[in-house]
């Protein structure tokens, strides 16, 4: 669209105040503004006040015939350990055909962080001080090592840490990943609008535009050109994981298989949650339909809820963890009535100019910003498989400086992992009663990723080292 067709697009759309001091503005102000606006989808914006804002109602989901989702136990809790082993093979086999890439979603703020800086750049190893960034690129390439096949990596970024994770990327030489499989792409944005409807600038020339949600993944893969490039390579399974998560298994066979052998489009991993009140969401079966029930709209007596066994009902924590099939994505991503991943509505303190150009600070919730979840393309999977993990193996983000889930849990977390490893080998260390062990050692992914990897280079050692403070296996 030109200049004045643009503006008068908006000014239809009642949205002309974005362009109030367009003609104050220099060239290169007016064009971001422009570049800004132009990104916005108006007639979008429209239903989204008219459903989330006007009506100040939130997504909340209906709870109507809601019952706890079924899922595939591990062998050490009931499952099969024949179907295991039989969906680790199959696992392997994708692997070593090369039809699996792994797919981080890194376009997040990391507000409760409060990190300056993209997420993945965040030293969170006990001794090396290794980013998340590291982390994962060690496991890719660990894997692609074992299974002959090098991995394909993509990285989802926003607008705002795009080119300082490039740049990362780039000057650390992509971890010893080749930079031809190493893939990033910006997610798309969204604005925040006040609570009449009308968009924020946050300056004179500027919108105020944020991500739109890890859910705006699938678009994403689809518009950046990334689905294309996994077509041309034979990748048609990806493995999806959060940034924030250091001790997630990226490539894990079992999962992989499972998700082949049940031909599924999206499967998930759970964790069982450790207390009623655990702030993850839900797996629940609703119509037949496989749906994740956020913590927050699940009443608290049903987080309650036991069985005669005196077992959780809701037990299936998500702990956004899933394998999803490329044509699947592709299928997301046209959208299409009753295709798309609904917008949800987060209200926020978000820095604007008011009406006379002159900056608020907000100190209550002055905006609505719209976002998509990446776990509400769950129910339009087919053949949808969730896996029982544990916690221990998979989960321990670093979402908060302090408290649950901060740096410190996560450094004890990789602690206790590598204290299992070990002991699981024939190296014993001494821990305490929660498996922290007493000295500070790491393991690198590239000597050992998981229990087996691990084993294996352990078994492998010629001489045994001591194992005390400082000692670092690569
Ligand atoms: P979180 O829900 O933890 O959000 O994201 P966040 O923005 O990183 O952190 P806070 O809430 O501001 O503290 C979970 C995962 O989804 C990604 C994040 O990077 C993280 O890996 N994400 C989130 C995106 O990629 N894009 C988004 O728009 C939102």
Redesign the pocket.
């Known amino acids: 669209m030109a200049t004045p067709e643009i503006i008068e697009a908006f000014q239809r759309a009642g949205q002309g105040h974005v362009f109030a001091f367009h003609d104050e503005l220099d060239a290169a102000a007016r064009e971001r503004l422009l570049a800004d606006a132009a990104e916005i989808d108006l007639a979008e914006i429209a239903r989204l006040h008219k459903t989330l804002v006007a009506g100040n109602a939130s997504f909340a989901a209906s709870l109507d015939g809601l019952t706890p989702a079924p899922y595939e136990p591990l062998p050490e809790h009931g499952g099969d350990p024949a179907a295991w082993a039989a969906a680790k093979t199959a696992g392997e086999t994708a692997l070593r055909a090369g039809r699996v890439a792994a797919f981080?979603?890194?376009?997040?703020?990391?507000?409760?962080?409060g990190y300056d800086g993209p997420?993945g750049t965040y030293p969170v190893t006990p001794l090396r001080k290794k980013t998340l960034f590291q982390v994962f690129a060690e496991k890719i390439r660990a894997a692609g090592l074992r299974y002959g096949k090098p991995i394909h990596w993509f990285i989802?970024t926003?607008h705002a840490n795009h080119a300082a994770t490039e740049k990362f990327f780039r000057d650390n030489n992509h971890f010893g990943l080749s930079p031809a499989r190493v893939h990033l792409f910006r997610?798309g944005r969204m604005p925040a609008v006040d609570l009449q409807g009308k968009i924020l600038l946050e300056t004179k020339s500027t919108i105020a535009m944020?991500?739109?949600?890890?859910g705006?993944?699938l678009r994403a893969l689809q518009r950046s050109g990334a689905l294309d490039i996994m077509q041309r390579e034979g990748i048609d399974t990806l493995s999806y994981f959060?940034?924030?998560n250091p001790l997630i298994r990226i490539i894990d066979p079992a999962f992989i298989g499972w998700h082949h052998l049940r031909h599924s489009e999206m499967s998930s991993k759970m964790i069982p949650k450790a207390y009623a009140g655990e702030k993850i969401g839900h797996f629940c079966m609703q119509n037949n339909r496989l749906i994740v029930i956020e913590y927050s709209d699940l009443p608290v007596a049903m987080q309650r809820e036991t069985d005669p066994a005196g077992k959780l009902r809701y037990i299936a924590g998500s702990i956004?963890i899933h394998i999803l099939d490329t044509n699947f994505i592709r299928r997301m991503a046209a959208g299409g009535p009753g295709v798309e991943l609904p917008f949800h509505r987060a209200d926020k303190k978000i820095p604007a100019i008011d009406a006379a150009g002159n900056p608020v600070k907000p100190v209550k919730p002055n905006g609505v910003k719209f976002?998509m979840f990446v776990f509400d393309a769950v129910p339009h999977a087919k053949n949808s498989v969730i896996i029982e993990t544990l916690r221990a193996n998979d989960f321990s983000?670093v979402?908060n400086a302090e408290g649950l889930d901060s740096p410190k849990t996560c450094r004890e977390d990789q602690l206790r992992q590598f204290a299992r490893w070990l002991n699981a080998s024939d190296a014993a260390i001494e821990t305490d009663p929660t498996g922290l062990p007493k000295p500070v050692i790491e393991v690198s992914p590239l000597f050992g990723y998981d229990e087996d990897s691990f084993t294996e280079s352990w078994t492998r050692l010629p001489a045994k080292p001591t194992i005390t403070d400082g000692l670092y296996l690569e």
Not at 105 to 111: H, N, R
Not at 210 to 214: F, I, L, M, N, V
């Open positions: 981080v979603v890194a376009g997040g703020q990391g507000t409760r962080l997420k989802m926003s997610q944020s991500p739109d949600g890890h705006g993944s959060q940034v924030d956004a976002e983000p979402k």
